[in-house]
């Protein structure tokens, strides 16, 4: 079911066109910079981006670094709302819902298929950029955070490192995709709702009076892969971010779960 699920997830035209979206990011940024931006580096901007013309990981880096904040959600919440609510406006829920293997198990493969979704898209944004790198710049040092050179391989293990913990803090968004979904039979709603959380949450944290809440906002930890190009790494905020994002996880699939088994889908 799990297999078929991934199959169906993969093959659909809308996510395939998300996908190709996604990738088409770093390659902009990368073109952009290259043809367009400052040729010693200096161009300021997010962490990573004053070394972007300096080796191809840094395009990588600079790509999970900028999309991070809603682009990803974006593609996220697109896959994750459709997960119940797509098959509930096709009216093909009810006819799967017929088989032995009942809504909790349904609503799991769902999730898990949207969460593997979120990882390879991820990951493809990190290739997609490293790859474009390496055609556009040349391959030069990789200065970590604190000063330290590292080797090219290194780097790689590193950047791919990062692309996973990237996609590991989009879980909560998928956890939220994925609970709207089973409330509304509109996919379109159901993204829109994660998205929304996504951005307000972002804001809040901005907001200096709200700092007590910070820790409990899905997104306050965004960002903290670029503690693993530190020298020594420092993990603390990616442990940090990484148990949020099950607590969230879990917290929506317990509401989904709950608000599924209830649901009349045959009327």
Partial sequence: MFVDEL?????????????????LVPILLGVVVKTLGPRNGNGGGPPFF?????????????????METFLIPLAVSLIAGDSVSGEASSGALRYLLVAPAGRGRLLIVKTASALVFTLVAVLIIAVVGGVTGAILFHLGPIVTLSGTTVSNIRGVVLTLEASAVVGLSMFSIVGIGVFVSTITDSSAAASAVAVAVAVISQILGQIPQLVHIRPLLLSNYWGSFIDLFRSPQVFHNVKLDILEQFVWLTV????AWINFRAKDIFS
């Fill in 7 to 23: 199959r169906r997830t993969f093959r659909r035209p809308r996510n395939l066109v998300v996908l190709g979206l996604i990738a």
């Fill in 50 to 66: 004053n070394q972007l013309t300096q080796n191809p990981v840094f395009l990588s880096l600079v790509a999970l670094t900028t």
């Fill in 252 to 255: 929506a699939l317990v509401a």
